[in-house]
């Protein structure tokens, strides 16, 4: 068909369909018909997935002085766990979905309706409930599959964006495009709801992963997933059950000795 070919499979600058798309469509009788009119159906498309709102959540620790993010399967950027609406779903909900399905983590119980942070790009609302106080061993693991790379915490002072000009890496180097707008009003809302517990000079300068996953050598579709908490499972001596376990654990009490040797020395 003249004027339909794409020389590449994957989607054009200009934004129209793959070739891939449109040979499915021939292929097809019922979606024959809409073939002539594939660009303005896919630009609709393309333009209405940019319009629906997302939401999400940003979690802080009890000091208030770290956050969660997440980094997508693909890419090396780095979020806060978020997604978009599905139909007539309310935003509290959306988020508390999303963010369980990205870490594991069900908000719901902290979330309230009236905390959050809404930013605008383009026609698209980003609206981030606020989710304070959470503990630094909480276990975070998404649910879904291939969509999260690693969950970590991260101090909120070092994703400060490196120069006014450039907004998408912060300090240490981490790409936060779609961090860094929320960053100030989050600062301004901490300021006014100051956490109840000092902050912690201990705390690591760098962000800390909690839980990350690996392309496995077995196969493209196998993953080695590490956790702090897995981590400290493996770390920890597995209990001695073997032969001779008495023999090997007794310990001479010292204390008792003397006093037994006093009691017949006085005797």
């Known amino acids: 068909m003249s004027g339909l070919h794409r020389s590449s499979s994957a989607p054009l600058k200009n934004g129209l369909p793959p070739q891939e798309l449109l040979d499915d469509l021939c292929s097809c009788d019922v979606l024959r018909p809409y073939v002539a009119h594939i660009d303005d159906i896919f630009k609709d498309f393309t333009d209405y997935k940019v319009r629906v709102p997302v939401t999400g959540a940003i979690i802080l620790d009890e000091t208030y002085e770290r956050c969660i993010l997440v980094k997508g399967w693909k890419g090396t950027s780095w979020s806060f766990p978020r997604g978009k609406k599905n139909k007539d779903e309310e935003d509290h909900a959306c988020a508390i979905r999303e963010v369980l399905e990205e870490t594991g983590f069900d908000v719901s119980a902290l979330l309230n309706k009236d905390e959050y942070i809404e930013v605008i790009f383009g026609q698209q609302r980003v609206r981030l409930y606020i989710i304070a106080g959470v503990k630094d061993d909480t276990p ?8 999260i790379s690693e969950i970590a915490w ?48 201990d705390l690591p300068l760098k962000g800390v992963s909690i839980w990350k996953a690996k392309n496995s050598s077995i196969g493209s579709n196998s993953m080695i997933v590490e956790s702090q908490s897995n981590k400290l499972q493996s770390d920890a001596k597995p209990p001695d059950t073997g032969p001779g376990k008495s023999f090997r654990n007794f310990r001479f009490d010292t204390a008792a000795v003397l006093r037994a040797l006093e009691g017949s020395f006085s005797t």
């Open 140 to 147: 975070f693991a998404p649910l879904t599959k291939k969509e």
């Open 154 to 201: 991260h101090r909120i002072d070092d994703l400060q964006p490196a120069t006014n000009e450039v907004i998408s890496r912060g300090i240490t180097g981490l790409k936060l495009y779609m961090v860094a707008p929320f960053l100030a009003s989050l600062k301004s809302w901490i300021s006014k709801h100051p956490s109840p517990l000092p902050p912690r000079p």
